[in-house]
C-alpha cells in the first residue's frame, strides 16, 4: 500500500458496525496529518465512531466497501465543534465530522456516511449532531460520497472558500432541520451532478456577517426534491450574497417554495441567474421577498443580529428558460410529519414582493412555460392580502413574512413593488378553473410584460 494511505485498520479499527471506531480513525486523520498529508481510508466494513475532527492536508475516503456509521449516543460528539448561527438551534451545535482553519480537505468515494438519524428523537430542541461542519476551512472537495440519514443538517459550510462539491448523493427525509448542503459567508463554491432529497431547505446560500460575503457561487446539474424548499437564498442577509448562477437543474415533488431568495436582516442579495431549470410539483416555483425582521426568541434569525435592521437591497435578478409543471399531486395538502402543513392548492404560484419604499430592483422573467393546477374558488382565500411592512415603523401590525400568508391571490404570477420588471414570453395554463386573477402586477414600474395564457 502506498506510504500516503493510512488504513484504519491498521490502527485497530474493527469494522464491524457494532465496535466504536472513533479512536482508531481519529489517530489515522492525525498521523495522516503529521505525515504531512495523505489518505484515511475505511474499506470493507461499517465503521461505528463518535465526533472525528478533519485536518488539513487529509483526504477521508469512504470505499464503495465501506459505511461510516455515526454513533447513536449524543455524549461522544464534541461540545467543541462552533455551533449553529439560527438563534433557536442550540440543539444542532454538534456535528458528525467537524473541521476548523483547516485546508486542503476532503471527503470521498463511493461509500456511504450514515447519521443514525433514527437513534435522535424528532423534535427541534432535542440534541442531534450534524454529519459535516466546516469552519474557515480552504480548498474543500466532497466527491461522490452518499451523506444519509442525518440527525439534522447534513452539511454546514461557514466562512470558507474554495469547495467543490461534486456527484453526492444526499438522503435526509427523516427527521426535522432535514437540510442538505448549507453555505453561511462561502466563496469561490461549485457544486454539480448532485441529487438531494430532504425535509427541509435541499441547498442553502447565506450570509450571516458583513466580514464574509457569499459570492461567486455556481450551482449545476443538480436533482432537489423537498418536503420544504429546494434552494434557499437569504433569510441570514445580515452581509452580502452576490453572483450566483443556477443552471441545468430539475426540482421535483418539492412541496413549499423551488428557488427562494429572501433579504431580511439589512444586507445585499444581488446578480442571481436562474437559467434553464425544470420543475415538477413544486408549490411555489419562485418566491422573492425584501423585507426586515428580528425574532429575539423567534426562530429562523441570526444569533449574529442584535436588533431590528433597516430594509437592505435586492435587485439584478434573471430567471429564465423555465418548464414549470403540476401533476394532480398538486391537488392535494401535503404535510411534512403528519400536521406540519407544507403547501395546498391555494398556496402556489411565482411571488415577488418587497415594501413600498423599498422595492426589489431589476428583475426578468423570460421564457417559461407555467402550467399550473389551479382549481381554488375565491371563497377559500380571504379577502385581504397583507402588505410587506417596514417592522421598524410598524412593529406589532400584520404583514407579509416567510410562512405569512399561506395562500396566493394569483394563480401563477405575483409582482408587487419592483422597479424595472421585465415579463417576456410567459406561456400559462391551467389545469383546472380558477377563480383567483392569473397574473398580478402592482406598483412595478414595468419595462416590458409579455404573457400568454391559453
Not at 162 to 190: A, H, K, M, T
Not at 254 to 270: H, N
Request: overall charge negative.
Amino acid at each position: 500500500m502506498r506510504q500516503d494511505i493510512f488504513d484504519v485498520k491498521a490502527y485497530g479499527a474493527k469494522g464491524d458496525g457494532m465496535s466504536k471506531d472513533t479512536d482508531a480513525i481519529q489517530q489515522a486523520i492525525d498521523e495522516c496529518h503529521l505525515a504531512g498529508g495523505g489518505t484515511v481510508l475505511l474499506h470493507k466494513g461499517t465503521f461505528l465512531s463518535g465526533g472525528l475532527y478533519l485536518k488539513s492536508n487529509v483526504v477521508l475516503e469512504i470505499a464503495a466497501s465501506a459505511i461510516l456509521r455515526a454513533s447513536g449516543e449524543i455524549a461522544d460528539y464534541g461540545e467543541d465543534t462552533h455551533y449553529n448561527r439560527y438563534r433557536n438551534e442550540e440543539a444542532l451545535d454538534r456535528c458528525f465530522l467537524y473541521a476548523e482553519d483547516a485546508e486542503n480537505i476532503g471527503i470521498v468515494g463511493l461509500g456511504k456516511i450514515d447519521g443514525n438519524a433514527e437513534s435522535f428523537p424528532n423534535t427541534d430542541s432535542s440534541y442531534r449532531p450534524m454529519l459535516l461542519r466546516f469552519l474557515r476551512c480552504h480548498f474543500i472537495i466532497v466527491e461522490r460520497v452518499r451523506l444519509h440519514n442525518a440527525a439534522a443538517w447534513t452539511t454546514a459550510f461557514l466562512d470558507s472558500t474554495n469547495i467543490r462539491i461534486r456527484g453526492v448523493d444526499i438522503w435526509n427525509e427523516q427527521r426535522y432541520n432535514g437540510d442538505g448542503l448549507d453555505f453561511d459567508g462561502c466563496s469561490e463554491v461549485f457544486i454539480s451532478d448532485c441529487r438531494i432529497r430532504g425535509t427541509d431547505d435541499n441547498l442553502c446560500l447565506q450570509s450571516s456577517s458583513k466580514e464574509y460575503p457569499a459570492e461567486n457561487i455556481h450551482i449545476s446539474n443538480c436533482e432537489f426534491t423537498s418536503l420544504c424548499a429546494g434552494i434557499r437564498i437569504g433569510l441570514k442577509s445580515i452581509g452580502s450574497i452576490r453572483n450566483v448562477v443556477i443552471t441545468n437543474c430539475t426540482f421535483c415533488n418539492v412541496f413549499r417554495e423551488g428557488i427562494k431568495i429572501e433579504c431580511t436582516e439589512g444586507g445585499s442579495i444581488s446578480d442571481i441567474t436562474v437559467r434553464g431549470v425544470t420543475m415538477r410539483n413544486v408549490s411555489r416555483p419562485v418566491w422573492i421577498l425584501l423585507n426586515n425582521r428580528f425574532e429575539e426568541k423567534g426562530w429562523g434569525t441570526s444569533k449574529e443580529l442584535k436588533e431590528m435592521p433597516e430594509i437592505g437591497v435586492l435587485q439584478n435578478i434573471l430567471l429564465s428558460d423555465m418548464v414549470i409543471t403540476d401533476e394532480e399531486e398538486m391537488r392535494n395538502t401535503h404535510c411534512r410529519f403528519g400536521d406540519d402543513i407544507m403547501g395546498s392548492p391555494r398556496f402556489g404560484g411565482i411571488r415577488i414582493d418587497a415594501n413600498k419604499k423599498h422595492p426589489i430592483e431589476n428583475v426578468m422573467l423570460k421564457n417559461m412555460i407555467y402550467t399550473a393546477i389551479g382549481g381554488v374558488r375565491k371563497e377559500e382565500i380571504p379577502a385581504e392580502y397583507p402588505e410587506v411592512l417596514d417592522r421598524l415603523e410598524h412593529l406589532e401590525e400584520v404583514s407579509s413574512e416567510n410562512y405569512y400568508p399561506d395562500w396566493s391571490r394569483t394563480v401563477f404570477l405575483d409582482c408587487r413593488n419592483v422597479k424595472n420588471l421585465v415579463l417576456e414570453d410567459l406561456m400559462l395554463h391551467k389545469k383546472y378553473p380558477d377563480e383567483r386573477d392569473s397574473v398580478l402586477v402592482e406598483h412595478c414600474s414595468v419595462l416590458k410584460q409579455n404573457v400568454y395564457e391559453y
